[in-house]
């Protein structure tokens, strides 16, 4: 089960940065999460609970999608 993005998390304001935000949890820059799952950290809440009822990093996808080693696709 995976989601395209997961921007669905809470967050607040960084101090002091009026157009930064950051996840309430693990206090990661949503610029750095950049809408994936891996981008929280593990211990995360969110990342947890989400992991919890069966979403996954994109981590362990993207390992086996190589980018040409593939040739599934070919005809
Ligand atoms: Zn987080």
Do not use: W
Not at 61 to 71: H, I, L, R
């Amino acid at each position: 089960m995976k989601k395209p993005y997961y921007i669905d998390f809470p967050q607040e304001h960084l101090e002091g940065q009026m157009h930064k935000y950051q996840c309430v949890y693990c206090k990661v820059e949503t610029t750095a999460i950049n809408g994936k799952l891996e981008g929280h950290l593990p211990t995360c809440e969110y990342r947890v609970k989400l992991e919890k009822v069966g979403y996954e990093c994109d981590a362990k996808t993207a390992s086996k999608a190589p980018v040409s080693a593939d040739a599934d696709d070919f005809d």
